[in-house]
């Protein structure tokens, strides 16, 4: 009985013995674990210099360049419309005639007002001369005594109303006259005629529609004449970005319906008011629209095609670049002593000023580059970029092995000084298969 308990006693030691032997090991790896630097797997590549050329890149439509919108300035029915949309008209070509007969009958009321008032102009001529002379003779028989002062105020009376009466003729006859101009413009107006040679892009009407004419209105918009051999891209570009552009920038154009063919533009208008969507809502966007003309296209470009456009803002050669996502934020290290110490010396201090003391700081543009086996963050001042490079002004001379990914490490997970392994990047390796 002695013997089975003693076996067992031994057996239970053994078991607590191991459990204690696992928990020390447990322990020894957390402890000893826990202090093993980690070591982030990093691309890299070299700071070099490189051409960069800055690009804003926008949406909008393609629009001509000359475009006129024809709305009548009479009202009347459409008696003659020689053409049709998509027609080619020169300038000086009649478009469209309106129904005259009403303007005709008031020009000619209008001239036969005007040929009154000419005529009766010369009657008042011809009393005038009439009571002027009466006037002078009875000056005459006046002085010699032989007319009373009241013949003499009848007849200078008489020779001043005549005078009056003649200046109001005159002024009827101006009026008579514009009058008359002003019917004969009226009926000039029920033709119309094509401003620029161009082609008929938009015909609204048709032959025997009455329109309205634009004296108390818009007047009905008719037609559209546009020059489709001067075509230009109208974009919306960012508030930000906007102050980047400069009148005579070249300009690349993507236009849908070409699928990847481009056309070159240039930057002829920069608008100087504000386009503003979503007002007053998280989603308000501020743009500016940029003309751009297009040059040497041989190709039937329509009004209102969708375009992308890539506009060249600047260029500079031979910069010290780095891959643009190699530049990546860091907050600066802050003096924590020295700015308790500055907020308990100043007792003027209110409590804004202590928080504004307090504030957080803009963050640093930063790369990381390898030393050795670590990272080490530097500080830079960087330039214009395009969609592969950034110009490094300040930080970089050239020659350095700058971190090009992955994006966590570079955007998270480096710290100065962190160990860091480097790996071949995917471009060197596709680069390696295809020389083997």
Same mark, same amino acid.
């Given at each position: 009985m002695s013997k089975k308990k003693t076996k067992n006693n031994k057996k239970k030691y053994f078991i607590i013995g191991g459990l204690v032997v696992l928990v020390l090991v447990v322990v020894a790896l957390v402890v000893f674990g826990s202090d093993k630097e980690e070591i982030i797997k990093v691309q890299v590549e070299k700071v070099k210099k490189h051409d960069i050329t800055e690009v804003v890149s926008a949406t909008g439509k393609i629009h001509p360049t000359f475009q006129v919108?024809?709305?009548?300035?009479?009202?009347?029915?459409?008696?003659?419309?020689?053409?049709?949309? #998509?027609?080619?008209?020169?300038?000086?070509?009649?478009?469209?005639?309106?129904?005259?007969?009403?303007?005709?009958?008031?020009?000619?009321?209008?001239?036969?007002?005007?040929?009154?008032?000419?005529?009766?102009?010369?009657?008042? @001529?011809?009393?005038?001369?009439?009571?002027?002379?009466?006037?002078?003779?009875?000056?005459?028989?006046?002085?010699?005594?032989?007319?009373?002062?009241?013949?003499?105020?009848?007849?200078?009376?008489?020779?001043?109303?005549?005078?009056?009466?003649?200046?109001?003729?005159?002024?009827?006859?101006?009026?008579?006259?514009?009058?008359?101009?002003?019917?004969?413009?009226?009926?000039?107006?029920?033709?119309?005629?094509?401003?620029?040679?161009?082609?008929?892009?938009?015909?609204?009407?048709?032959?025997?529609?009455?329109?309205?004419?634009?004296?108390?209105?818009? #007047?009905? @918009?008719?037609?559209?004449?546009?020059?489709?051999?001067?075509?230009?891209?109208?974009?919306?570009?960012?508030?930000?970005?906007?102050?980047?552009?400069?009148?005579?920038?070249?300009?690349?154009?993507?236009?849908?319906?070409?699928?990847?063919?481009?056309?070159?533009?240039?930057?002829?208008?920069?608008?100087?008011?504000?386009?503003?969507?979503?007002? #007053?809502?998280?989603?308000?966007?501020?743009?500016?629209?940029?003309?751009?003309?297009?040059?040497?296209?041989?190709?039937?470009?329509?009004?209102?095609?969708?375009?992308?456009a890539d506009i060249q803002t600047e260029t500079k050669y031979n910069v010290i670049a780095a891959p643009i996502q190699s530049v990546t934020a860091r907050m600066p290290v802050v003096d924590n002593e020295k700015d308790n110490k500055t907020v308990k010396d100043d007792s003027s201090n209110s409590k804004d000023n202590r928080t504004k003391a307090f504030k957080r700081k803009k963050p640093d543009e930063v790369v990381f580059i390898v030393v050795g086996n670590k990272a080490k963050q530097v500080k830079v001042k960087t330039g214009i970029s395009d969609d592969t490079f950034i110009e490094i002004v300040e930080g970089l001379e050239g020659g350095e092995d700058v971190v090009s990914g992955p994006y966590r490490a570079i955007s998270k997970e480096l710290k100065n000084d962190s160990a860091v392994m480097i790996e071949k990047n995917k471009k060197s390796r596709n680069k390696s298969s295809d020389e083997k």
């Open positions: 919108e024809l709305r009548p300035e009479v009202t009347g029915e459409i008696v003659e419309l020689p053409v049709v949309e #998509g027609q080619k008209v020169k300038k000086g070509q009649l478009l469209i005639r309106l129904k005259p007969d009403q303007y005709i009958a008031r020009k000619n009321r209008a001239e036969a007002s005007y040929e009154s008032a000419k005529a009766t102009l010369k009657v008042r @001529h011809a009393t005038l001369e009439q009571v002027k002379s009466e006037y002078a003779r009875v000056k005459g028989l006046y002085k010699k005594g032989l007319a009373s002062d009241k013949d003499l105020e009848s007849a200078k009376s008489l020779y001043l109303q005549n005078v009056g009466q003649l200046e109001a003729q005159r002024a009827t006859v101006l009026q008579a006259e514009e009058n008359f101009k002003d019917a004969k413009v009226e009926l000039a107006k029920t033709a119309i005629y094509s401003p620029i040679d161009g082609t008929i892009s938009v015909l609204n009407v048709e032959l025997s529609e009455r329109v309205l004419g634009s004296s108390f209105s818009q #007047g009905t @918009h008719l037609m559209t004449v546009a020059d489709l051999n001067n075509m230009e891209a109208r974009v919306d570009v960012d508030e930000n970005d906007v102050v980047r552009i400069s009148v005579g920038d070249t300009a690349t154009v993507e236009i849908d319906a070409y699928g990847d063919k481009q056309f070159t533009g240039l930057v002829y208008q920069i608008g100087n008011s504000a386009k503003t969507s979503g007002l #007053g809502s998280q989603e308000e966007v501020v743009n500016f629209e940029v003309k751009i003309k297009l040059v040497d296209f041989k190709d039937k470009i329509r009004p209102g095609m969708s375009c992308d």
